[in-house]
């Protein structure tokens, strides 16, 4: 469904003092502009159905109530009561407030069908529907948004909560926050702003709001004309703006006047006194009509639906009833009158105030034809019902839930790094203490969890520090604290600005603590999930400190993903921290380790991917192979990691991207040539040296002038394999000697022949350089600095049933082989050769290949240089054949497992066991896929076509550069 977008109201400029001085010198209001150019919707409806409606109907259209998205028995009390409310009182709006998904929609539903004239249903989603409603999306505060500086994220909040909200049945929802919070002391705004800036603000709100009204959802800016500076809750009381016309205009007011110009649908009021523009100091903003109709109706030209805060706050209550604040509410130039404690008394002091002349019909006129003007914007006199099993197409996505972590990892701001102590990268000992101003016991597990999930650590103790602890619980954390071997603590803090609750801030008992802790001396990571201005009053400031500005899953994962170097930090903060930090500081960290993360973070299309799950479970089901495990990455994310099927088509073992494989000749350039490339760069190893110069018993028969680059082209002139299993050799010092004394079947350099014998060479040549076992170099040179845990050699005549199966040997070993080789002649040398004999994982080749796609680099450091890169994975003769320096590359025409669309610096290699491996440079791409194709025979060869078909829907992925996808660039939104 489309949906039209209003006019942008035009208006003019008043000099700035000229408007003051009219507004200190007005008592009454002026006339209120009309309505009729603001709405591009039909208004056929409307006339038709205002032209029917009693006056009592058509006040009972401007009060919006209470409901919950619950499951309600129909008995239920609450129920009966908001049944009444739409049946015979005929409200014109219900405002829902907590509930499911499901639920919710069913309830909309259930009272779309009870109303007469269909309900505009509304609700806060200031940081998306997941604010109010469970298992839905939620992104980062508002201010987080802020801290990104990029409007185009605050656009795909707006956009991604209008598309879910309008699933659920909503039309109207109560955002964005357009205050400038640029009072630390505020105790209702803090992190639901944009920040202390108001251009800031206002591009930030300006486009949410395009991003919503582009979903199909009326936005609402709030809380007019600014509730940033203030110290009262107005929930609690009512607040004073002390300021005059000049100040809103130069702060306030900036925010609200762009979103206007921007086309916004509808403003909220707030409860704020403004005793320089409005005489009576008890009357609020919201009941003000030198605030309502003559500053935002008629000086900044807002043509919209303007709805009150609740009328329920003490803000209003404090000093009217309910009848006069609602008839107030309507004087001051309100169209919707929220959260009356009591609508049909409201209504009769409104329907009284009519009969005496305080308000005239036709004032309640212009409010109902806008609220039926909105109704019909929202399409709802064609269709008020929504689909319920549309839901879960459209309500906390993958694709929603992507979009809610980038905005997340953007928003990290990291104002102090002491001694660059992040990213911790050399698996620390770590302590963990929450801080909770709550008393809910799972309060920062959900951290925790993600600490362990994406963290490399030794240890990690933690501890809670909550409102039920007490003096011997602080002091018994610190004593932990000072007794462990903890080489960092972690302080995840949840620190809150609440309605209603009067607190802000740090504790005193929480200052103390952290002052205390500090002292210790141990380097402190403190991490705001809430209040950012926490740190002011410390005595001395962490060694760390990282704002997140909330603690929704999404930020609480990037905060996790960050500590450990696997996201990059540079958000900007958008507020100050007196005496602590400035406006727009924030220190910028590289991300440094791969990142699992969705496919959507680097310009990949999930739904595209999933057709490798397709595919491989048909292969499986046709028995290609029994087991498979696939890795899709893109830059530094991780975009796909799963495990198909079983270790044996009879196995109750499922594959994972854990379960080792036997990867076959993915040795030769996981390991033999990536140890070639580092000797290379240590000096160590000259590729045009002939073999013999590192083992000269290799120059028997001929073979003297073989050099190591031959080795690696595969061009030395080698046979390219032999059967010593046939041959009668059994041991391992026979196999090599019988290398050695080879002769070339062609003269080296003139052909290539894929050759086993070659890089079995080049591992001996490797071993002589080091001085160590081939299998010990590469784990100490290679696997550990790559973090490859699970990648080595296995010792053969030894069974392992949690290592994926290869093929029953009825020939050689009269076995299943499993856990040990499958090529005999790395069997017979022991397990470990330079062409065969690797396990690995999906999960660590993933790495080895992300190193590749970032020209080297591991936890932030150089692993090769890019130009080595560059230099063996480059065709040595694209004319005459395909092979770099031990890596394959694409065949520019006819069959290649790299599929179709892989470009022409793609370089790779395949494995007889059913593996390969394909990086894509150029888009920073690789493809590992990992079967036991050989099980339980060498003779199957189905693999062989799925092999390209899996490079393919891994490259029809890509929908642009490897950067984020924001809607309107994935396909579905």
């Known amino acids: 469904m489309s949906f039209p977008r209003p006019r942008t109201a035009l208006f003019l400029l008043v000099p700035l003092t000229v408007i003051g001085c009219s507004l200190l010198g007005m008592r009454a209001s002026a006339p209120e502009p009309p309505p009729e150019d603001f709405w591009d919707a039909s208004s056929a409806w409307t006339a038709r159905t205002l032209e029917t409606m009693t006056l009592e109907q058509k006040v009972s259209q401007l009060f919006a109530t209470r409901a919950y998205g619950y499951y309600t028995s129909q008995d239920d009390p609450a129920y009966r009561k908001l049944v009444d409310l739409v049946e015979r009182f005929e409200i014109g709006g219900v405002i829902f407030f907590q509930g499911d998904p499901v639920a919710q929609a069913l309830m909309a539903n259930d009272l779309q069908r009870r109303a007469r004239v269909p309900l505009l249903i509304s609700q806060d989603m200031e940081w998306g529907p997941g604010m109010r409603v469970e298992r839905t999306t939620t992104f980062p505060r508002t201010m987080a948004t802020g801290a990104t500086r990029n409007p185009d994220f605050a656009y795909t909040v707006g956009y991604v909560t209008a598309r879910e909200a309008r699933a659920l049945g909503t039309h109207h929802v109560y955002a964005p926050v357009a205050d400038v919070n640029n009072n630390p002391l505020n105790p209702i705004i803090n992190v639901r702003s944009f920040g202390e800036d108001p251009y800031l603000v206002a591009d930030m709100v300006t486009a949410f709001v395009r991003g919503m009204q582009d979903g199909g959802v009326m936005a609402t800016v709030k809380h007019f004309p600014g509730h940033g500076d203030t110290d009262v809750d107005s929930h609690l009381d009512l607040p004073v703006i002390p300021y005059d016309r000049t100040r809103l205009d130069s702060l306030e007011l900036v925010p609200f006047r762009a979103a206007i110009r921007g086309g916004v649908m509808s403003v909220m009021t707030a409860h704020l006194a403004f005793p320089r523009l409005e005489e009576d100091p008890n009357v609020p903003g919201t009941l003000s009509p030198r605030i309502t109709t003559d500053l935002l109706r008629r000086d900044l030209g807002f043509r919209g639906l303007v709805v009150t805060d609740g009328l329920e706050m003490q803000g209003v209550t404090k000093h009217f009833g309910v009848g006069e604040a609602a008839v107030r509410a309507l004087e001051a130039g309100a169209d919707v009158l929220l959260l009356s404690t009591d609508e049909y008394a409201a209504r009769a002091a409104v ?59 953007a928003s990290l701001t990291l104002l102090r790094n002491e001694g660059d102590l992040l990213p911790l990268l050399n698996a620390p000992r770590l302590f963990s203490v929450t801080l909770s101003d709550s008393d809910d016991p799972s309060t920062g597990q959900a951290f925790l969890r993600q600490l362990r999930a994406h963290g490399t650590m030794r240890s990690l103790q933690t501890r809670l520090l909550d409102r039920r602890s007490d003096e011997d619980d602080v002091e018994a954390i610190l004593t932990d604290v000072a007794r462990s071997n903890a080489d960092v603590v972690i302080v995840p803090t949840y620190l809150y600005v609440r309605d209603s609750s009067g607190r802000i801030g740090l504790s005193d008992e929480h200052r103390r603590f952290l002052d205390r802790l500090i002292a210790l001396g141990k380097p402190v990571v403190v991490i705001s999930f809430g209040n950012p201005y926490m740190v002011i009053g410390l005595e001395r400031q962490p060694a760390v400190y990282l704002a997140a500005y909330g603690a929704s899953e999404a930020s609480q994962k990037a905060a996790a993903q960050a500590l450990f170097g696997q996201a990059r930090i540079d958000g900007r903060l958008p507020i100050t921290i007196p005496g602590v930090h400035a406006f727009g500081e924030g220190l910028t960290i590289e991300q440094a380790t791969l990142r699992r993360g969705f496919p959507e973070e680097v310009g990949l299309r999930s739904h595209a991917l999933l057709r490798i799950d397709s595919l491989l479970r048909a292969a499986i089901d046709e028995r290609a192979f029994p087991g498979a495990a696939v890795a899709v990455g893109r830059a530094g994310v991780l975009a796909k990691l799963d495990g198909y099927g079983y270790l044996t088509y009879d196995s109750e073992t499922p594959v994972t991207p854990r379960t080792l494989f036997d990867l076959a000749s993915l040795t030769k350039v996981v390991a033999t040539t990536t140890a070639a490339m580092k000797l290379y760069e240590e000096g160590r190893l000259d590729l045009d040296a002939p073999v013999v110069r590192y083992l000269p018993a290799f120059g028997a028969n001929g073979k003297d002038r073989i050099t190591i680059r031959q080795l690696l082209t595969h061009t030395s002139g080698l046979v390219p394999f032999r059967p010593f299993h046939t041959l009668g050799l059994t041991t391992r010092d026979a196999v090599i000697q019988a290398i050695l004394n080879e002769t070339p079947v062609y003269e080296p350099g003139t052909d290539m022949r894929y050759s086993d014998l070659g890089m079995i060479t080049l591992a001996l040549v490797i071993e002589r350089i080091t001085g160590q076992d081939f299998a010990t170099y590469v784990r100490e040179a290679v696997f550990e600095p790559l973090g490859m845990t699970h990648t080595g050699f296995r010792p053969v005549g030894q069974t392992d049933a949690s290592v994926v199966p290869t093929e029953y040997d009825n020939g050689f070993r009269k076995r299943l082989i499993q856990g040990e080789v499958h090529d005999e002649t790395a069997w017979i040398l022991g397990g470990t050769a330079g062409h065969a004999g690797l396990f690995s994982t999906a999960e ?130």
């Not at 950067?963 to 660039?969: E, S």
């Open 351 to 409: 329907l009284k105030a009519i009969r005496t002349g305080r308000l005239s019909e036709a004032r309640i006129d212009r409010s109902v034809h806008r609220i039926l003007r909105a109704k019909e914007w929202a399409g709802l006199p064609q269709q008020r019902a929504v689909d319920l099993y549309a839901i879960g197409r459209h309500v906390h996505t993958p694709y929603h839930q992507a979009l809610a972590e980038i905005i997340a990892r």
């Open 844 to 973: 660590d080749l993933a790495r080895f290949a992300h190193m590749l796609v970032n020209e080297g680099r591991v936890n932030g450091q150089a692993f090769l240089q890019p130009e080595t890169i560059r230099l063996f994975t480059t065709p040595v003769a694209p004319g005459m054949h395909t092979r770099a320096l031990g890596w394959d590359t694409r065949s520019p025409e006819g069959y290649s497992s790299a599929g179709q669309y892989f470009g022409p610096r793609s370089f790779g290699h395949t494995g007889f066991t059913g593996t390969s491996l394909w990086i894509d440079p150029d888009q920073q791409l690789y493809v590992i896929l990992l079967t036991n194709r050989v099980y339980p025979t060498r003779e199957n060869r189905a693999h062989i076509a799925i092999r390209p078909q899996v490079a393919d829907f891994a490259y029809e992925a890509i929908a642009g550069p490897p950067a984020p996808l924001l809607p309107g660039q994935a396909a579905g939104e």
